[in-house]
Nanobody
């Protein structure tokens, strides 16, 4: 059974940085695209960034130029480097694969506040 474990969140001041990790256990990691999503209180879960199995990346307009998605197939882990954080980036961040997404992990809370 494939499981997703997100980590690396925390409280950071505006302008700060965080690096999130998404560790995948079970299954084959390298053949899937990986996505990062976020969900703010009272809002829907939105796609933030994608990295294909070939390494191509795509970002939501709201994070373009600030966030960088990457992956390490040997560690079965995807990353999200978040720089120049803004209060509106506050959310619970989740990862999942595509196609064939699996059960969501617990997510990792990111709070941007002074």
């Amino acid at each position: 059974q494939v499981q997703l474990v997100e980590s690396g969140g925390g409280l950071v001041q505006p302008g700060g940085s965080l690096r999130l990790s998404c560790a995948v256990s079970g299954g084959i990691f390298s053949i899937y695209d990986m996505n990062w999503y976020r969900q703010a209180p009272g809002k829907q879960r939105d796609l933030v960034a994608t990295i294909t199995r070939g390494g191509s990346t795509n970002y939501a307009d709201s994070v373009k130029g600030r966030f960088t998605i990457s992956r390490d197939n040997t560690k079965k882990t995807a990353y999200l480097q978040m720089n120049s954080l803004k209060p509106e980036d506050t959310a619970v961040y989740y990862c999942n694969r595509q196609p064939s997404p699996v059960n969501w992990g617990q997510g990792t809370q990111v709070t941007v506040s002074s």
